[in-house]
């Protein structure tokens, strides 16, 4: 019986935390109304409120990464999912809006912590170049998965219970994590990542990141509250810019980077994170523009709204079993660029949106093509970012991985929202964006194609790791 069928209760389990962290971010998307209402908050509360998860979750993952791929898999996802069960508690608890605010903050912490440590452990438990491949394909749907559940569930609990009670779903999975995660191996045998090759921490360089990261995304987040000419949206964009400029400066000179210049070089991982991006954009422009179309403009309940989006995660779910076949037999880059062509078909059809257009031949076709593609382009993409990695720099692959997919609808949703309100009437602005939208992805399918004359798509990795193999073995028998 080969590893990957002995492991697989390991790789679900890891699997569900990857989805949790990504089901957390949605986890308001729908109640975000009725918790405004209920600490009457205006404007900016609501802004903060909405981004904090993110912001902190996207600013930490090169930081979660390097201490990943420092201390050990294991060990990080533990710490991980401590953090995020005890701030979702103090979540469902919050009396009150401070409470709440410094909450979500700290669930992003977690989740940058455990977002790269469960990809670290799934290399363990994967060491053969074909079985990792064939995980990280599964891998690169779960998190449209875990968005598309965040999007359905948040309407019907929040109408149904209260918005409290959706944080019930990230503490369920973290307890389950914690309680399961001595059943994961351990990245060396004694438990502890072996001290030769160990990465220094680059606090410097961590410090920097993560408040470049974290102000820039919040100016982009802003913007579409106070306009791009707002010194709010403004002064963190510069700021931001200004940190991150001074960490690639910082980054040049250091002995041991955090992210080595090198490693977004390779055309092909530099085109399968801009596939992991646009399509994340994509994905999270339609879940918010159609939600505010079908419950401002055409006066649908949030019942209806989250019902709305069955077929896409119908959609989703079979592109998503078949992803990982396909990606065996085709290759990744194909599945990638036909993924995002797909996706871009989908979008294309919504950006004929009117505000009489039907739900049956208006938006089904495009809510059905765009998972499809969605999914299989997240599975190849995933593949294409993590080829190549060794072991040792797993933790760092994974960080980038998931910051493209954080970064992607913080970036991607501002700039297509400020696009939409240049015209004049709301719902033609929805249209303008989604048809953007699908040329940005039409655009980065083609970059993804090209990049296949770069070099032959890798058949190996550069450490097959045979005594790692050996060692999971002797773990799980």
């Not at 801009?274 to 999270?284: H, I, K, L, Q, S």
Request: charged content about 10%; proline content about 7%.
């Amino acid at each position: 019986m080969s590893v990957a069928t002995v492991d697989r209760p390991g790789f679900a389990l890891l699997g569900g935390v990857q989805a949790a962290l990504i089901f957390t971010i949605m986890i308001l998307s729908v109640p975000l109304p009725l918790v405004a209402r209920e600490f009457g908050l205006g404007p900016s509360g609501v802004l903060l409120l909405s981004a904090a998860y993110g912001l902190s979750f996207s600013a930490l993952l090169l930081l979660g990464g390097r201490l990943t791929d420092r201390h050990g898999g294991r060990r990080l996802l533990r710490v991980g999912l401590a953090l995020l069960g005890a701030a979702s508690i103090a979540c469902a608890l919050a009396p009150g809006y401070p409470v709440l605010l410094a909450s979500r903050f700290a669930q992003g912490v977690g989740a940058a912590l455990a977002a790269p440590a469960a990809v670290a452990v799934v290399r363990v438990l994967r060491p053969e170049p074909a079985d990792y491949r064939r995980a990280m394909a599964a891998w690169g749907g779960l998190s449209v998965l875990g968005a598309t559940a965040g999007n359905l569930l948040s309407g019907a609990v929040a109408a149904w219970v209260s918005w409290r009670w959706l944080f019930a779903v990230p503490v369920l999975v973290a307890l389950v994590g914690l309680a399961r995660s001595g059943s994961l191996p351990p990245a060396e045998p004694d438990g502890r990542p072996s001290a030769v090759g160990r990465p220094a921490l680059d606090l410097p360089g961590a410090a920097l990141a993560a408040a470049g990261v974290c102000a820039a995304s919040y100016g982009l987040v802003a913007s579409t509250e106070h306009g791009w000419r707002s010194p709010g949206t403004l002064l963190p964009l510069a700021a931001g810019l200004a940190l991150l400029c001074a960490f690639a400066a910082v980054e040049r000179r250091t002995a041991d980077p955090l992210l080595p210049p090198g490693f977004l070089a390779d055309r092909r991982r530099a085109t399968a994170l801009a596939a992991v991006m646009a399509t994340a954009a994509g994905t999270a422009l339609t879940f918010l523009l159609l939600a505010l179309y079908l419950q401002q403009v055409r006066g649908w309940g949030v019942l209806a709204t989250s019902a709305a989006f069955l077929p896409y995660a119908a959609a989703l779910l079979t592109a998503g079993r078949l992803a990982g076949p396909l990606t065996a037999r085709y290759g990744a880059v194909a599945v990638t660029a036909g993924g995002l062509a797909l996706a871009a078909a989908g979008l294309g059809l919504l950006a004929g949106l009117a505000p009489g257009s039907g739900y049956a031949t208006g938006l089904l076709p495009g809510l059905l093509l765009l998972p499809a593609g969605a999914a299989t382009a997240f599975a190849g993409a995933a593949v294409l970012a993590t080829a190549g990695v060794p072991p040792e720099r797993t933790g760092l692959a994974a960080g980038v991985l998931n910051t493209a997919m954080e970064l992607g609808p913080t970036a991607g949703v501002a700039a297509l929202m400020a696009l939409a309100a240049t015209r004049p009437s709301v719902v033609g602005g929805y249209a303008t964006a989604f048809a953007a939208a699908g040329t940005a992805l039409a655009l980065t399918a083609l970059a993804v194609a090209l990049s296949a004359r770069a070099a032959p798509e890798a058949t190996t990795e550069t450490d097959t790791a045979p005594e790692r193999t050996i060692q999971i073995k002797e773990h799980l028998s």
